[in-house]
């Protein structure tokens, strides 16, 4: 269900503004401060009520205002869903579905499932392994029902085991209750990620081999690590580590340590490939992920595409364009220059053009093909 209205009130520069979008692909101009990120950053916190840009509320919301709403329709054939979040620069704030209050944000990100391309998405292989986590974290969520409650009891079960050894007394039996909560559902947390894992892998290939890197097929390689030693049970694992859990008052092994590499032969790919590079196999991951969730799912995500220009080159964005048509997907792109995306989408793309000045959102080339962007 793609998005056929968007209003944003409040938000960082955008002070009021709205946009029709195409059910396919949304270019969004303007130069550098203008707030054509700020719309990326809107429908991202209409579907995750939470930035991609920043962990605080406070530069969200616009200076001078005590918060930030998004409203947003969905509309397939004659179904319509309204979606609603307001942030508070106190912390609190208001999640709704088709007027109906909701407790959690997953309930957005199931009817807005959203891939997001930054400047910095080569992070993903360069930082840490949460947002590796994160990343396969994804698309179990939208693929497996018992999922989320599943991790929701073992983060529940791991923070109080890990308090008992930070600062706990320790009582055997109490943390012999947490143990088999978490003995419990690691297992099957790792066997959906495992069966996720597998999906996926032969589709990133396929797409990394289409955007021409550089490198031996062959030899590029995505592989999991479940977060233990696979040769052992995790009740096994937690009893050999106790006495190095309770020194460092954490809980070293588990589904918390899971972690996703990427290899060029017997190298890490971030030892191996420019900062380019890096990103183009992150944006093969994103184009992976969402194709299997179109397959498993019959459903397509939106993807928010920022800077497209920045650290690709113009085959590389080529290629990339031409995948997410393939997807027949509702894009949102930003970029400082038209000019950078000219030819760039099949000629039967239904696209629209928004301009985004001082705040201010103004549409214009409406329903533009492919071809004719280039002229």
Same mark, same amino acid.
């Given at each position: 269900?793609p998005l056929?209205r968007?209003?944003?009130?409040?938000?960082?520069?955008?002070?009021?503004?709205?946009?029709?979008?195409?059910?396919?692909?949304?270019?969004?101009t303007?130069?550098?401060g203008?707030?054509?990120?700020s719309?990326?950053?809107?429908?991202?916190?209409?579907?995750?009520?939470r930035?991609?840009r920043s962990t605080?509320?406070?530069?969200i919301?616009?200076?001078?205002?005590?918060?930030?709403?998004?409203?947003g329709?969905?509309?397939q054939?004659?179904?319509?869903?309204?979606?609603?979040?307001?942030?508070?620069?106190?912390?609190?704030?208001?999640?709704?579905?088709?007027?109906?209050?909701q407790?959690?944000?997953s309930?957005?990100?199931?009817?807005?499932?959203?891939q997001?391309i930054?400047?910095?998405?080569?992070?993903l292989?360069?930082?840490?392994p949460?947002?590796?986590?994160?990343?396969?974290?994804w698309?179990?969520?939208?693929?497996?029902?018992?999922?989320?409650?599943l991790?929701?009891?073992?983060?529940?079960?791991?923070?109080q085991r890990?308090?008992l050894?930070?600062?706990?007394?320790?009582?055997?039996?109490?943390l012999?209750?947490?143990d088999?909560e978490?003995c419990?559902? /690691?297992? +099957?947390?790792?066997?959906?990620r !495992?069966a996720?894992f597998k999906? $996926? *892998?032969? #589709?990133?290939?396929?797409?990394a081999?289409?955007?021409?890197?550089?490198?031996?097929?062959?030899?590029?390689?995505?592989?999991?690590?479940?977060?233990w030693?696979?040769?052992a049970?995790?009740?096994?694992?937690l009893?050999?580590n106790?006495?190095?859990?309770?020194?460092?008052?954490?809980?070293?092994?588990?589904?918390?340590?899971s972690d996703?590499y990427?290899r060029?032969g017997?190298?890490?790919?971030?030892?191996r490939?420019s900062?380019?590079q890096?990103?183009?196999l992150?944006?093969?991951?994103k184009?992976?992920?969402?194709?299997?969730?179109?397959?498993l799912?019959?459903r397509?995500t939106?993807f928010l595409?920022?800077?497209?220009? /920045?650290? +690709?080159?113009k085959?590389?964005? !080529?290629v990339l364009?031409?995948? $997410? *048509?393939? #997807?027949?997907?509702?894009?949102?792109?930003?970029?400082?220059?038209q000019s950078s995306?000219?030819?760039?989408?099949?000629?039967?793309?239904r696209?629209?053009?928004?301009?985004?000045e001082h705040?201010n959102?103004?549409?214009?080339n409406q329903?533009?093909?492919?071809?004719?962007?280039?002229?």
């Amino acid at each position: 269900m793609p998005l056929s209205r968007i209003r944003v009130n409040q938000l960082r520069n955008l002070q009021e503004a709205q946009l029709s979008p195409s059910p396919r692909v949304n270019i969004i101009t303007g130069q550098n401060g203008s707030g054509k990120t700020s719309v990326l950053e809107a429908i991202h916190l209409l579907g995750l009520a939470r930035s991609f840009r920043s962990t605080k509320l406070k530069p969200i919301i616009r200076n001078g205002e005590r918060d930030c709403v998004v409203f947003g329709e969905l509309t397939q054939n004659q179904s319509i869903h309204r979606l609603g979040v307001k942030r508070s620069i106190d912390g609190s704030g208001e999640l709704r579905i088709d007027g109906a209050p909701q407790r959690a944000a997953s309930s957005l990100a199931e009817l807005l499932p959203l891939q997001l391309i930054t400047p910095d998405s080569f992070m993903l292989l360069t930082g840490g392994p949460k947002p590796r986590r994160q990343f396969i974290d994804w698309g179990v969520f939208h693929v497996e029902h018992r999922f989320i409650s599943l991790w929701k009891h073992f983060q529940g079960a791991l923070k109080q085991r890990n308090h008992l050894l930070r600062y706990g007394k320790i009582d055997s039996s109490v943390l012999s209750v947490w143990d088999a909560e978490l003995c419990k559902n /690691a297992p +099957l947390l790792d066997e959906m990620r !495992q069966a996720y894992f597998k999906q $996926l *892998a032969p #589709l990133f290939r396929e797409i990394a081999q289409r955007f021409d890197l550089g490198v031996d097929e062959q030899e590029l390689t995505l592989l999991y690590h479940r977060g233990w030693d696979s040769k052992a049970s995790y009740e096994e694992v937690l009893e050999k580590n106790y006495e190095r859990d309770l020194k460092s008052g954490y809980t070293h092994m588990g589904p918390h340590r899971s972690d996703l590499y990427i290899r060029v032969g017997r190298s890490n790919a971030i030892d191996r490939l420019s900062r380019g590079q890096q990103k183009v196999l992150v944006c093969a991951l994103k184009l992976a992920q969402a194709r299997l969730f179109q397959q498993l799912m019959e459903r397509a995500t939106v993807f928010l595409v920022d800077d497209l220009a /920045a650290e +690709l080159d113009k085959h590389h964005r !080529q290629v990339l364009c031409d995948e $997410l *048509a393939k #997807l027949d997907c509702q894009v949102f792109v930003t970029c400082i220059e038209q000019s950078s995306l000219a030819g760039m989408w099949p000629d039967d793309a239904r696209i629209k053009v928004f301009h985004v000045e001082h705040g201010n959102i103004s549409e214009s080339n409406q329903h533009k093909t492919g071809s004719q962007q280039e002229s």
